[in-house]
């Protein structure tokens, strides 16, 4: 009885002993696959890597940094990771703050390079840690930023282009326009016992259309400025730019009666002239398309969602038909004829994009005869 029972704790120890020593392999075969499976992560990417310890010192790199560096990877290891940058301040400013943040974002400083030049990139860096939560090391990531400058470049010299374009808009094709409208006036004030009736109704449509163009030309130009412009975003009281613009409509429209139903709005983080604009614009569509309403209605109102502020303009005015929305807000887009109501197809596109620069959006809805309301929201 007993030899069995001393048969049986061998057998039960030799197959633990066994059980212990396959785990082993086990995990010992599993580090070995994640540590070729890091390296293989590592190697993958194109862009330089530097793995430092929590003093600096470089303890790792990939491919891509030994090709630029023109050094292999033993040479390079247990070097400080700052003397590879030309602005090594800046290099171990990011690494104290990731160490301190655990990480830091992209920013452009130079790499050097195997002839002794350097390559522009963006320098991000991550903490990484052990299984007790500990910081072990940093990990920086440098991505080329040469592609990225050119475009820039790219873009500055094409916005010189559009301000050279600007220039010749604003002064080359204004001269004529100023001479057809003065001419006509000239025409119209000095020789006008000598016209009939059809005389005069041409030489007036001559001077609507050139004062149309100028103004065309202003919208288009304002519209060209916008992407250039730079935002002065402060806290904004919207009742104030409301109550301003009304103001301003109304004794531009003295004849005109209109009940205005006026909610306190929310303050918004708004550039102050900009969103002006976007409060005219809007206001006097709203004003120009109740126009042949005896009874014109115009509510403002808003409210503060998930940290946005959002506001509304609704009017009893003509409307328009919803299927045209996604033209509203283009340039020259008109969804009611120049005969029928002034303007030149520009106003909304500068709304939009004026919005659209403080991050924010802008939609509408509407249908025919039965008005209009437009949606707006920006940052509370």
């Known amino acids: 009885m007993m030899r069995n029972i001393r048969t049986r704790v061998k057998i039960l120890e030799t197959l633990r002993h066994a059980s212990m020593k396959e785990n ?29 310890n929590t003093d600096g010192m470089i303890i790792d790199i990939n491919g891509a940094m030994e090709q630029i560096t023109n050094a292999p990877r033993e040479k390079i290891i247990g070097i400080h990771f700052s003397s590879y940058f030309t602005d090594q301040d800046i290099a171990i ?23 002794g030049t350097s390559m522009d990139v963006l320098l991000s860096a991550n903490v990484y840690k052990d299984a007790a939560g500990e910081i072990i090391g940093v990990l920086f990531v440098a991505r080329d930023y040469t592609p990225i400058k050119k475009a820039i470049l790219s873009m500055q010299e094409a916005n010189k282009e559009l301000e050279s374009f600007s220039y010749s808009v604003s002064h080359d094709l204004r001269a004529p326009l ?59 009281n919207m009742d104030h730019v ?10 531009a429209f003295p004849g005109r009666k209109i009940k205005w139903d006026i909610d306190s709005l929310p303050d ?25 309403n005896e009874h014109a209605k115009i509510r403002i109102s808003g409210h503060v969602k998930d940290g946005k502020s959002i506001y509304f303009v609704e009017d ?14 283009g340039v020259f887009q008109r969804l009611h004829s120049a005969s029928e109501f002034e303007g030149t197809g520009v106003g909304l ?12 959006r802008i939609w509408a809805d509407a249908a025919v005869l039965r008005g209009a309301t437009f949606y707006f929201e920006l940052s509370a």
């Open 24 to 52: 082993d392999q086990i995990m010992a075969l599993a580090k070995k696959q994640i540590g070729g499976y890091a390296r293989a992560l590592l190697e993958a990417i194109r862009d330089p890597i530097i793995n430092v």
């Open 93 to 115: 400013k990011k690494f104290n703050e990731a160490l301190i943040k655990g990480f830091s974002i992209d920013s452009s400083l130079g790499l050097r390079s195997r002839n």
């Open 178 to 236: 100023r001479a057809i409208d003065g001419f006509s006036q000239m025409l119209e004030e000095d020789y006008a016992e000598k016209l009939d009736s059809e005389g005069k109704r041409i030489i007036a449509t001559i001077r609507k259309n050139a004062q149309r163009m100028s103004n065309l030309i202003d919208d288009l130009l304002s519209f060209s400025r916008l992407g250039r412009q730079a935002l002065d975003l402060k806290n904004t």
């Open 242 to 251: 409301v109550q301003t613009v009304t103001k301003d409509l109304m004794d």
């Open 268 to 292: 918004a983080k708004a550039d102050v002239s900009l969103i002006r604009q976007v409060w005219f614009n809007i206001l006097s569509n709203a004003v120009k398309f109740t126009r042949k």
């Open 316 to 329: 009893n005015g003509v409307g328009f038909d919803m299927k045209y929305a996604d033209k509203l807000f």
């Open 349 to 360: 596109a500068i709304t939009e994009r004026i919005i659209k620069r403080h991050g924010g």
